[in-house]
């Protein structure tokens, strides 16, 4: 009677191990997603392409010296 108990368990842990390896392969995704996202929006060249520039207002710059 012993073995009859034995594959109910074998079953739980098939059903454990298949739940594990879900939430593995989700987590995985998941984080692959949230890098690229990042990567996406963090690393894009500030540059901005097809502006035309702006001339200075000023013809001399209003000081010698600049302080910060």
């Known amino acids: 009677m012993a ?3 034995r594959p109910q368990a074998h079953s739980s ?3 454990t ?3 594990e390896r879900w939430l593995v392969v989700l987590g995985i ?3 692959a997603v949230y890098m ?3 990567f ?3 690393f894009k060249s500030p540059i ?3 502006m035309a520039p702006v001339p ?3 013809s001399a710059p209003p000081a010698k010296r600049l302080v910060l």
């Open 36 to 38: 690229l996202s990042i």
């Open 17 to 19: 191990r298949r739940r």
């Open 3 to 5: 073995g009859r108990s």
């Open 56 to 58: 200075p207002r000023l």
């Open 48 to 50: 901005v392409h097809g």
């Open 13 to 15: 842990s098939a059903s």
């Open 40 to 42: 996406d929006i963090y």
């Open 29 to 31: 995704v998941l984080h």
